[in-house]
């Protein structure tokens, strides 16, 4: 664990800024609640803006290699999020995160941890680490 790392930074920042919910109840109703607008900024930038569009169809998976099945899956998006709902999204997903680093805080985990964890399995077991 890294000390001055920026995710212990900002699970710092969170902790000292928790006054109106410390309640764990809070955390984690205010976590679903910004995991909601999130989704709903990204689903007005599709049906308010229209800078994007979802046209989503069956992932085949039937491919020789799990390389060609990688390279054959689509994220259903079309187009660019025009600069405002980008800005939306990574404000509703800043405040989330905030949620993440609060629910770690109330609960004694280190983010830092929680992501070196992740990244470390990432690196290990590559595309296998999500089957
Ligand atoms: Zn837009």
Known sequence: MEKDSLCNKFQNAVSDTQLRHKSILDILTKLEESNARVNRAIVKSVTS????????????????????????LKNHIEGELCETCREKIQEELGN??????????????????????EFDELKTLGIYSLL
């Open 49 to 72: 803006c229209g800078c994007i569009e979802i046209n989503a169809t069956k992932q085949c998976y039937n491919k020789p290699s799990l390389q060609e099945v990688k390279e054959s």
């Open 96 to 117: 989330h995160m905030y949620y993440v680093a609060s629910l770690c805080d109330a609960l004694e985990l280190n983010l830092d941890d929680i992501i070196s964890k």
